[in-house]
């Protein structure tokens, strides 16, 4: 091997990782928007304005 393919190639293997770092660095800028996204849904959602006996709502009938 020749110095000029040694040179290529760590040329090649150098941008191959920065393009990886890069896509990191993108999925996860993507990760964190879902993140604040659900969370802002989560909030939206309305609280229970019926009050319920403390007795209803606690069992799953399975046997339907």
Same mark, same amino acid.
């Given at each position: 091997?020749? *110095? !000029?393919? #040694? =040179? @290529?190639?760590?040329?090649?293997? $150098?941008?191959?990782? !920065?393009?990886?770092? #890069?896509? *990191? /660095? *993108?999925?996860?800028? +993507? %990760?964190?928007?879902? =993140? @604040? $996204?659900? +969370?802002?849904?989560?909030?939206?959602?309305?609280?229970? /304005?019926?009050?319920?006996?403390?007795? %209803?709502?606690?069992?799953?009938?399975? @046997?339907?």
């Amino acid at each position: 091997m020749d *110095v !000029n393919g #040694i =040179a @290529s190639l760590a040329t090649s293997f $150098s941008e191959s990782q !920065n393009a990886n770092q #890069i896509q *990191v /660095a *993108v999925l996860k800028k +993507a %990760l964190d928007a879902q =993140a @604040s $996204s659900a +969370a802002q849904l989560i909030q939206a959602l309305p609280q229970s /304005a019926v009050n319920l006996p403390d007795h %209803l709502g606690k069992n799953v009938n399975t @046997s339907a």
